[in-house]
């Protein structure tokens, strides 16, 4: 373990360790205010974050300090999975039988001793470990040209995933999933013909799917049936942020405000007009427009730069470990967190609709943090075994 603590790469921990804090401390500036207000204790989301970061340091070890083989191993992979077809299958039966446990439209989180889990956050990890494992155990099969062969299982996975993240509707989640596997199977080694046909065929079928939402009447029987009348609302107010006001856009036209009000250097840490009471839960998918708000556009900028080359690094450790799986999983891990800052930052721009899906490392939210680190664990130790890789080559060569 000492020698393999030396290849640590600090390209990913360094900003890690920059952002975790500094999430922290948003955090608290972000909710401290909303909290007092009602009589609860300001550093009560301030806590639950540092527990969150505790935990997922330690599950960050625990994927370092790992053999790099396992991450790709049968039997850790499909106990991952399981594990999170098991919890996402229950957040869909609360969601028939309890539809009254919904918050904000959706059921996605299970109540353990005070703390929640989000068992979306757990499919991505899990669909990345099993399409690494599918496509780096058949590459003799893709090379033969059984595409649809080695494609079968994983996208099975992949939709059942998918359609149960929209049944609780979490339809943020639901998309970074479809993303993950398109990527994934784009770099799999499938021929380029075959990745454009199922992306264009899958990127129709979503374009078709959120135009039937944007002019679907409140009366029209899927709304009925999946209860998407909240999701519908955040569609239209997508579209008509400041018409919509008082029917689901206050949240992107107090952003924008936010984001006004900030200009270049912000108007000082804690000193933000709109998470008093204006814009909703600002410590969640809104936090970025605080932070905009009391660091600026220079704020923003450095967490996004230290978000990019996270993103970046992720790719790179990809593209130089010569096993496949583990290059496949550097890869989804990359894609995951470009998708979740780009879905975020568009959102509050007003560029996409709003999703609710989170800022790694800067959002509260425990699931998405503790993966988060988690993840940035296993992309350490894949860089670790890369380094080791090219160190014996050279001592052979």
């Known amino acids: 373990m000492r020698e393999k603590f030396?290849?640590?790469?600090?390209?990913?921990l360094v900003p890690v360790l920059l952002l975790v804090p500094l999430g922290a401390i948003m955090v608290y500036s972000a909710s401290s205010s909303m909290l007092a207000n009602v009589g609860l204790?300001?550093?009560?989301?301030?806590?639950?974050?540092?527990?969150?970061?505790?935990?997922?340091?330690?599950?960050?070890t625990f994927a370092f300090a790992l053999r790099a083989d396992v991450l790709y191993r049968k039997r850790f992979v499909l106990f991952w999975l399981a594990l999170t077809f098991i919890l996402m299958a229950i957040l869909v039966i609360l969601r028939i039988v309890r539809p009254s446990a919904a918050i904000n439209g959706a059921v996605g989180w299970i109540s353990i001793g005070g703390f929640t889990i989000q068992p979306v956050e757990m499919a991505k990890l899990a669909l990345i470990l099993y399409f690494a494992f599918i496509f780096g155990r058949r590459q003799h099969v893709l090379y033969a040209g059984h595409y649809?062969?080695?494609?079968?299982?994983?996208?099975?996975?992949?939709?059942?995933?998918?359609?149960?993240?929209?049944?609780?509707?979490?339809?943020?989640?639901?998309?970074?999933l479809l993303l993950i596997s398109l990527v994934m199977i784009a770099v799999s080694g499938i021929p380029w013909i075959y990745s454009l046909g199922i992306i264009g065929g899958l990127t129709a079928v979503f374009t078709?799917?959120?135009?039937?939402?944007?002019?679907?009447?409140?009366?029209?029987?899927?709304?009925?049936?999946?209860?998407?009348?909240?999701?519908?609302?955040?569609?239209?107010?997508?579209?008509?942020?400041?018409?919509?006001?008082?029917?689901?856009?206050?949240?992107?036209?107090?952003?924008?405000?936010?984001?006004s009000n900030g200009g270049w250097f912000g108007k000082g840490l804690g000193n933000s007009i709109q998470k008093s009471g204006y814009l909703?839960?600002?410590?969640?998918?809104?936090?970025?427009?605080?932070?905009?708000?009391?660091?600026?556009?220079?704020?923003?900028?450095?967490?996004?730069?230290?978000?990019?080359?996270i993103i970046l690094r992720s790719f790179l450790i990809g593209l130089r470990v010569r096993q496949t799986s583990l290059a496949l999983i550097c890869f989804g891990i990359g894609t995951m967190f470009f998708v979740q800052v780009f879905f975020n930052v568009g959102g509050l721009l007003g560029l996409l609709?709003?999703?609710g899906v989170t800022l790694p490392f800067i959002s509260s939210g425990?699931?998405?943090?503790?993966?988060?680190?988690?993840?940035?664990?296993?992309?350490?130790?894949?860089?670790?075994?890369?380094?080791?890789?090219?160190?014996?080559?050279?001592?052979?060569?």
């Open 6 to 12: 030396k290849l640590i790469d600090y390209w990913l």
């Open 41 to 60: 204790t300001p550093t009560y989301y301030l806590k639950k974050q540092l527990i969150f970061a505790i935990i997922g340091l330690f599950g960050a």
């Open 148 to 176: 649809f062969k080695s494609l079968t299982p994983p996208l099975v996975v992949a939709v059942i995933l998918m359609g149960m993240a929209a049944l609780q509707p979490d339809i943020g989640g639901a998309s970074i």
């Open 208 to 259: 078709v799917g959120v135009r039937y939402l944007g002019n679907a009447s409140a009366n029209a029987p899927i709304l009925k049936l999946f209860k998407l009348e909240y999701q519908l609302d955040r569609f239209r107010a997508f579209a008509h942020p400041f018409q919509l006001e008082q029917h689901g856009g206050a949240q992107l036209v107090n952003s924008y405000y936010a984001i």
């Open 280 to 309: 909703p839960e600002p410590y969640t998918d809104f936090i970025l427009s605080i932070v905009a708000e009391e660091l600026g556009v220079i704020g923003v900028t450095v967490i996004l730069i230290l978000l990019g080359i």
């Open 353 to 355: 609709p709003i999703t």
């Open 366 to 397: 425990g699931s998405n943090l503790i993966i988060s680190l988690i993840s940035i664990g296993i992309l350490m130790n894949i860089s670790a075994f890369a380094k080791k890789q090219a160190a014996l080559k050279e001592v052979r060569s």
